[in-house]
Every structure is written in C-alpha cells, then in structure tokens.
C-alpha cells in the first residue's frame, strides 16, 4: 500500500535542464516544489573528474552515463506490420539519467530554429504549393512563432555562457556569424570557441565554393564567465571527452554548473534521487492530475499529492508517462485518431569522410563537444527546393568532438575490417581524417509513432515504449542531396579520399546517429493534433505541462536543445505570470 | 532466463557508488588495479583452451607487424577474460528479459546469450569443429586461420546457437576494444595502441595546442593508472 | 638517443655551494647547435646583458633551494620559451626577467629553453609540511573540491603533476614557496591566464599552502 506524503505545491518528474530550470523559477516564488529523479546524485566533483571521467570504455562503449536499459529499455520495429523487439543495449540514440540528465553529458551543441520552424506547414505550403509533400508526411505549425521565443533563447543562451558570434543582430547582418540564423536581440554571451584545423580547412574550401562558413555556437565556455544566477564557469581546454562524459572544468553548461546549486540552496526545492515515477495520478474526472506515485531504492511506493505536475524525463520518457497515466489518447497510426505518440521523429544524420595527405595533423582529440565550423546554407528551407522534390535540409560541419580511438579510427573504403592492412590503415589515418557531420531534419509521418508496447515490461512491470520508425522517403531524398553537395567541399579541401555517405534506410538500432528524439507529445494550436497547447499545458489536464523535445511537431536541422531552452523559459513565464495567478487551461 | 524486477540487488550495490579503477574486491569487477597494475592477470573466466583459440585468433585480427605489436601481445585476451568475468560478460548491462525472438537487421542483438555465454558457446563449438579434424586452430598455419575467420565472418555457420559472423562481430568489437582501450582494462599494454596511432591519451588539456594548427604533439601517452595516489586517496575517488 | 655529457667550457665560479656542475643532456644531433648555444648563455649570459641564468636557476636547474627562483630542470622547451618570450613582451611581469627575457634573441630563447629541458631533475628532498596539508593538497590535485568549484590540478598538470608536455608545465618537485606564489599571482590578477584565473581565485589561502606543499613532495619520473 503506498504511503501518501503531505502534500506540495510542485512536483517536477526528472531534474535536467527543463526540471532544474523550472523548479527553481518556481521555487523563488515561494511554492514548494520537490523534484523526482530516476537517477543518481551526481557533481562535477568528484563525479566528473579527470583522468578517470575519461575512460572510453566505461563511458562510450559501456554507456556508464545512460538510462539503465536492463530496468527501463525500449522496443523497436521499423514497420507497423512488424512485431517491435527490445532494444538489449543502447546504441543508436542514448536516453541520459541521474541528476541533471542529459545535460551533464551533452555536447553542448546550442542553436535556434529558423523562423520558418515555428510555421513549417503553412511555409512550405505557401512556397511550394500544398502538392509539393509527400501524402504521408505530417508537418505542423507550433502555435507559438519565433518572435515570441526569441527573448526566451537569449535568456537560456545567457544562462549556459554560449559561445559564438552573432550573425542577424536584430535584422542587421554581422560579419563572422551566421548569416542566415533567425534574428537575435544581441550577442552571445562569449566569443565562438578557437577553431579547429579541420574547421580551417572547411572555412576556406566552403567560402571558395560560395558558401558562408562560421563557427558552431557552442555552450563549452570560451573563458572565465558568471552568469545570470551568479555562477562562474572556466574555460573549456578542448579535452576531446565531451558527449557522452561529464565535464571535469566546469566549463560546459549543465544543471550542475549553470543553475543546480542555486537552486539546492533554496528550502523550498526538495531532491528525491533514485526515485521512480510510475504514473501520474488523476482524480475522477480525470482532468485533474492529483500528483505521482514513485517507488524509491528500497521498492517502497509513495503517493506524492501535488497541485502541479511539470513533466520533464526527456523526450521519451514524457511521452511514455503520458500513456501510462492515461493523460491524452493515444495515436493510432491506422485511424489517425488520438495525438500522444503521433509526429515522433529523430535526427537524420549523415558523414563524408574525408582523407587528407599524411602530413595534415589534425590533432583531431583536440576537441570541445560543440568544436565545428559550420555552413548553414543547406539547413531546413535556406534554399530553394522547387525544383529538388523533397523538403529540409542539414547544417554541414566539419571538425570532431573527439578522436577517441574505439569510436574513431576511420579507414579508406576498400580497406578489410581486420587484419594487417586494416591496421596499417588505422595507423596511417586516424590523425589526417576529418569527418564532416551532416544534421538533418526529421520530417514527421504518418506512421512514426510511439506507443507502449503489448508484451515486454520495465523492472515496476510497466509497459515498455514502443517506437515505430523509418527515415521517410522525403529525408532520404533530403539527405542525398546535400550530402553530395557537401562531397564537393571535401573535394575541394584537397582531400585524397571522399566518402559521400548520405543516410540510408531502414533506421537500424545498431550504429549511434543522434539522441535527438522528438515529438509524441506535441504542441500546436489544435487539440485533435496536439498534446499541449503553446504554452506547453496538455489540453487533457490543465495542472499537467509537459516541457521536452517530446513538444516538437517535426525536428529541424538543428540540435535541439537550444530551442528547449527557449521553451522552457517561456513556460516558465507562462506558469509564473498566468498559470499560477488564474489555475486552469491557458488557452 | 527471466528475472524478476528486484532480483537485481547485487547490480544495484554495483551501480551505487563503485567506479571501474576502485580498489573494490569484489570478484570479476575490477580491471587491472590502479595500486598495483600487472600485466598479466590470473585468468578468470577463460579456460586454457579459449585462451589458446583467443590469443590465436585475436592476433590475426590485429597482427604484429615490423614496428608495431598486434593484439595477442598488447594483452587484448588478457581483456577479454577481465570483460567475461565482470558485469558486462555476465550480461548485467542488457535487458535480458524474455519472449527472445529473432528479430531484423535494425532490430539488434536479440539472442539470449550473455557475452561471455555466447563466447563460451562459440569457442566449445569452433574447438570441437578442429579437435573432430584431429587439429587446433591456433595450429594452422596464418592463411588458413584467416581464411577460417573469413568463413565465420561470412555467416552461415551455427556454432551452437550462435550464427557464426554474430561471434566474428563480436569477437573483432572485443578485440578493437581490448587494442584501444585505457589500460586499466588489462588490454593496450604500455599503450602501444596509442602510441602507434599518436592519441596521447586520458591527460588533455589542449587550451594553448588547439589553435597552433598542425603542430605534431610526439609525446608518451597518459592513462588513468598513471595518477595513481596514495591508497587513501584513490579509496576517496568514487562517483558514477 | 644518445647521451653526451656536456663539460663546462668555462669554470665560472657560481655562488651557491653544492651546485652540479655537470649535467646530462640527451641532444638530438640536429639540436647541438641550439644546445650548444643554450649551454653558453646559461653559463655565461649574453653579451646584450643578460645575466647567465646559472646565477639564480643553476646550471642544473634546481636553483638555491628557497623557491624564490623556479626550478627548471626538466621543464618542457615549449613552456620555458613561452615564459621568456612572455616576460621579453611584458605580458608576464617580474622585475628580474623581464629585462633578461628583453636582452635575448629569438634562436638564444630557444637555446636556453633546449638547455634546461634536457636536465633530469634531481629528487631533492622537499621541505617540511604536515602529512595532513600535503593528503589536503593532494586530494585537489586529484580529485578538486565542489565546495570551492575547482577541479582536480591533475586533470591539467598530468599525472602526480608531471605536467602534459609540451604546454603544461610540471609541477611535482617544484618549490613549493614558488608555487604559492604564482598562484598568488594568478589570484590578484598580476599573472594573467584564462585557465588558472578562476583556480588561483577560489582556492583558500591554506588550499594554496596545500596543493603547494603536496606538488612539491610529488615524485617525477626522471626519464623522459
């Protein structure tokens, strides 16, 4: 029999960047808020700390930092008609947990959307036509518009210490930004990260060819920097262990270095760790969330009543507890009818190895997680797809994250996977390869969906999350494209060997792309297409926001983190200025 | 094979608060210890025979060459039986829950063998396979183990349960692994993986290197055992 | 490599007693010459006016023991031309080397720089410091402090602080009155660097006193 706790104002399912955000702001306006987390307490000291935090093996190919897949895995199948199986181990994408979720082992990648984003249907449709998609594709406006984030993005850029150059300050085109970024109300917070030798060699191949290189906006910081909340980060020193791994310098902007300590120091916020959430409670009517049960370490069960209920266990997991707490029907592909679940979509990534002379050292392990330089030329709708037959695009960069050498020693193709020549390749090239890094959006389809799965269970005997996905044919065609145009900038690098390596279907499992998992519990103005409303309240339960990548109607070229940020301060006002003044459905 | 949720008590007092350099006893769990690295362990998963298969097969995998040591000698058997014997080779890093069905390509790993089942499993078959022919594979002369490995690769063999290019895959990921990983691990020894390939390492402070573009950075490569501190010390350093 | 034993060329009579007066270098041949005229200005400065770095450093390298002078034996070559150069542009202030770092020519700082990285360090006995403030020192130099939000010293020093050639310079078996005063230095902004500002800041004057005392009781390995 549970035990029922005494009540609270807040209850925030997974502390990251969006629970640690929103508790906080919550917290400072007297409520009392506890946060639930799945995972362990974790610090930069003495969690993160290095030699050790650099160990390959634990962290990479052990996944020491990831959701414990052998409690809380997933199913997977491509195809409706199939039947989905577990996912053993991670490896395609890689859902975080523990304090400060996946913000403690991103890469820091941090960009806006496009203004094109927000209204991508009515966009496409007014340029191209309403022929112009495919009939299974099913992109949506958000119902909130750029414009209105944009005050929103800054404050998060602000707050994780971004790094970068402006390149549309306020409708004005900056030299050494990003000329064709949304515009921007000012500059980042600190200068863009030094540059990298792969980057350099891009720069001047992509501006010969007429394209208009910058550096990727990073929140690895650039130097010494307090922020907003009165936290001082340090420089990052480009160690080359950034995803995947803490950060041992304070220098990247996670919960831990950018707001959780803050936060901790607040009596009215509360941290349960180790602490699993398994529903939702909902009162008879079921429009009323009453607060969650979770089971703690021990397996005992507690009912904590709570007023709010702030969902934020990243992406996947918002929209499996919305299906396992009944909160929104759930899609069903075959009818169409129901909306949690529907327009999940992913990341459709891509590579051109590039072969550079032996006596290029690129000195590749040298490293931020956000190093890269970066065209923007191709990204979404930034050229003209009329005569092309499919819509989006992916940001071309070209640097590392790292060179660490079981994730990375690329050979020619041609070369045997093993053997003599296979290590001669090895040794020749892992220090003159680049590998440009092709981010593409994800179109949402018809029969991307997620769902809980019929027959394997997680550890509390729940229902697994069930994902059916394929690449639609429209990303596939996407993907081609610009991976070939940008096989002409390898080629004009001077490189030896290109591999244009373009994404091709099926999806698999089996080989890490992206943990840019979107969509399942979108937003949008409509309640027949959308779990919440545009200020990221489910329409079924008022007292229930959900604030995750989950939100996305469709992925852009971009990581989205950057934009999560914006939503997640843009809730937040929303709660403190609306919501908590006059409870009930914002819109 | 299934197990209830809560039968995982042994997994969770391993996951709450152990790290792979503590100087923890207990069995199976720790790598090559940071107090007092050897580099030759007492084995303790793989008996005499896949050893002899393993240091025979890993070395075709990643031959020495003039310059550069291969696998046998950079210790990744070594590797391999530390990995069998601790968590991973006992499958506690899997969802092992059962109905185990064949699945589809994109589907992954779906039989339902731990790591160190489906080496056992493989090994016993692939040994029995030689013994029945009066030979050993570590025997061979080296075209004909490579041309043995290429027809495991290939698929199409069953070795006990275990589609043979299943066990090749995994075999040349251990074996990749056991070359390039961190040698706490028992692999990689004296770095030589590193060094032949110029990664300089678990140390790496590039702030004042990353922008000299092109400098060529020729230095002995540093591990995590490298820092060893006093016992006390390395008894303070936990975390996840 | 080979090793030559590099004799004076001149007995200069050097004013600290018990200096070595030789050292053992291991010069590629295609360095002699930078070695060679390395070993001249150390022992003998320049005719510009600059004082033979003997004369505080030693020709060993190990200086006179009281941490006024770093030691230098050992140091990377990059790291030590980069000190000079930054003392001979004034981005590095000391009223002592920055006139000396001025006087000297560009193929002369890598001289010097070549001359005392080839020296071994010898394993001096450190000075006195409680076991508790050298187990404090070396708990932030391996693991930091989240109270202070400051990483471990290793992580970017090297392991037992032997320094990541060729840009962090080592720091086992450097006086510790040196090290507390460079991190003085850092702290007041005298000394600027964007890696060491904020360490150097949120240290606790008796942290510095213990990272100090820790590093120089911290053994090298005396080959490279």
């Not at chain 3, 006179?64 to 030691?71: L, M, N, V």
């Not at chain 3, 006087?103 to 006195?128: F, M, Q, R």
Request: hydrophobic share 35%; aromatic share 10%.
């Amino acid at each position: 029999m549970p035990q029922t706790l005494k009540e609270v104002d807040v209850v925030v399912i997974g502390v990251g960047f969006a629970g640690s955000i929103l508790a906080k702001e919550l917290a400072a306006t007297g409520l009392n808020v506890v946060g639930l987390e799945r995972g362990h307490v974790r610090h930069s000291v003495p969690d993160f700390q290095a030699p050790a935090i650099h160990d390959e093996l634990k962290y990479s190919v052990r996944k020491g930092m990831m959701q414990d897949v052998t409690r809380e895995a997933m199913t997977f199948r491509n195809q409706h008609r199939e039947v989905a199986l577990p996912m053993r181990q991670w490896e395609a994408f890689l859902p975080g947990t523990g304090l400060g979720g996946c913000g403690v082992h991103w890469n820091g990648q941090i960009w806006r959307y496009q203004v094109a984003d927000f209204i991508y249907k009515s966009h496409v449709e007014q340029r191209y036509g309403k022929k112009f998609l495919d009939p299974d594709l099913r992109i949506q406006d958000w119902g909130v518009t750029y414009q209105e984030l944009e005050p929103y993005y800054d404050r998060f850029e602000y707050l994780l210490g971004a790094s970068g150059k402006a390149g549309n300050l306020n409708g004005k085109i900056e030299q050494g930004g990003n000329p064709l970024e949304a515009p921007r109300s000012r500059e980042y917070p600190n200068p863009p990260l030094k540059e990298q030798y792969a980057g350099a060699l891009f720069r001047k191949a992509a501006s010969d060819l007429g394209y208009h290189p910058f550096l990727q906006p990073a929140a690895n910081m650039t130097r010494p920097y307090t922020n907003p909340e009165g936290l001082t980060l340090n420089p990052c020193v480009y160690c080359g262990f950034c995803e995947r791994y803490g950060c041992e310098h304070f220098a990247k902007a996670s919960p831990q270095t950018v707001i959780l300590p803050v936060l901790m120091k607040n009596p009215n916020f509360e941290l349960r760790t180790e602490s699993q959430v398994l529903r939702i409670n909902l009162d008879s009517s079921g429009k009323k969330a009453t607060g969650v049960n979770y089971m703690d370490a021990q397996g005992r069960e507690f009912e904590q009543p709570a007023n709010l209920v702030l969902l934020t266990a990243f992406a996947l997991n918002d929209v499996r507890m919305l299906l396992l707490s009944g909160i929104g029907q759930p899609y069903d592909p075959v009818t169409e009818k129901g909306v949690v679940g529907r327009n999940y979509a992913y990341q459709t990534q891509s590579y051109v190895p590039t072969f550079l002379k032996e006596d290029i050292h690129l000195n590749s392990f040298m490293a931020a997680g956000a190093s890269g330089t970066v065209i923007d030329d191709f990204s979404v709708d930034n050229f003209d797809h009329s005569a092309l037959g499919f819509i989006g695009g992916c940001y071309v960069l070209c640097g590392s994250t790292n060179a660490r050498p079981i994730e990375f020693h690329p050979t020619p193709p041609g070369t045997p996977r093993w053997g003599r020549q296979w290590k001669d390749a090895v040794r020749r090239h892992y220090n003159h390869t680049a590998i440009f890094n092709l981010s593409g959006t994800s179109s949402a389809s018809r029969w991307n969906y997620l769902d809980l799965d019929p027959t394997y269970r997680d550890a509390w005997g729940l229902p697994l999350l069930r994902m059916t996905f394929d690449f639609p044919e429209n990303d596939l065609r996407m993907s081609r494209y610009v991976t070939n145009k940008a096989s002409e900038i390898a080629r004009q690098m001077g490189a030896t060997v290109v591999v244009d390596q373009p994404r091709t279907g099926p999806f698999t499992t089996t080989t890490y792309q992206s943990t840019h998992n979107t969509g399942g519990a979108i937003i949008g103005s409509d309640p027949a297409t959308s779990v919440v409303n545009r200020y990221c309240q489910t329409w079924d339960v008022p007292n229930v926001f959900v604030v995750g990548a989950c939100n996305y109607p469709q992925n852009s070229s971009y990581n989205p983190t950057g934009t999560l940020g914006a939503l997640i301060y843009w809730t937040a006002d929303a709660l403190k200025s609306r919501y908590l003044k006059h409870p009930g459905p914002l819109v | 094979m299934g197990e209830g949720p809560n039968s995982n008590s042994r997994r969770n007092f391993l996951r709450s608060g152990l790290i792979a350099i503590s100087t923890a006893t207990l069995a199976g769990e720790a790598p090559a210890l940071l107090a007092n690295p050897r580099s030759e362990v007492t084995p303790r998963f793989l008996n005499e025979s896949e050893r002899r298969f393993l240091q025979a097969a890993v070395e075709r995998l990643i031959p020495a060459d003039e310059k550069w040591p291969g696998a046998a000698e950079a210790g990744v058997v070594n590797y391999i039986d530390l990995q069998m014997a601790g968590q991973w080779g006992k499958g506690e890093l899997l969802y092992r829950h059962g109905p185990f069905r064949k699945g589809t390509p994109s589907q992954g790993y779906q039989l339902e063998y731990t790591p160190a089942e489906l080496f056992r499993r493989s090994i016993l078959a692939i040994n029995a396979h030689f013994s029945t022919q009066g030979k050993s594979f570590d025997q061979l002369p080296p075209a004909e183990k490579d041309a043995y490995l290429t027809s495991l690769e290939k698929g199409g063999i069953d070795l006990d349960g275990v589609p043979s290019n299943t066990f090749f895959d995994f075999l040349l990921k251990h074996t990749v692994e056991g070359f390039l990983s961190d040698p706490i691990y028992g692999g990689n020894k004296n770095k030589i993986a590193w060094k032949m390939i110029g990664f300089p390492g678990a140390y790496s402070d590039y702030y004042d290197l990353i922008d000299k573009h092109g400098v060529e950075l020729n230095r002995e490569p540093m591990g995590i055992g490298d820092g060893a501190g006093s016992p006390s010390m390395n008894a303070m350093r936990g975390g996840h | 490599m080979t090793r030559n034993h590099i004799l004076r060329k001149t007995a200069l009579a050097i004013p600290f007693a018990g200096a070595l007066l030789v050292s053992y270098s291991t010069a590629h041949p295609a360095q002699t010459d930078a070695l060679q005229l390395g070993t001249q200005i150390v022992a003998q400065g320049t005719t510009n006016g600059a004082i033979a770095c003997a004369r505080c450093h030693g020709f060993d390298g190990e200086a006179d023991g009281s941490g006024a002078f770093p030691k230098l034996a050992g140091q990377f070559p990059q790291y030590l031309a980069k000190q000079l150069r930054a003392y001979a542009s004034g981005s590095r202030q000391n009223a002592l080397m920055q006139p000396i770092a001025k006087g000297l020519k560009d193929a002369e700082i890598d001289g010097v720089a070549k001359y005392y990285a080839s020296l071994h360090p010898a394993a001096l006995p450190s000075g006195p410091a409680t076991a508790q403030l050298v187990a404090r020192g070396e708990q932030l130099a391996k693991l930091g402090d989240l109270s202070l939000r400051v990483q471990a010293c290793e992580s970017c020093h090297g392991p037992n602080g032997q320094g990541e050639p060729p840009a962090v310079p080592y720091l086992a078996g450097q006086y510790s009155h040196y090290i507390s005063v460079q991190i003085q230095m850092f702290r007041h902004g005298i000394r600027k660097s964007q890696q060491m500002q904020d360490p150097a800041h949120d240290l606790r004057e008796q942290d510095i006193a213990a990272v100090a005392a820790y590093f120089e009781q911290a053994s090298r390995p005396t080959t490279k």
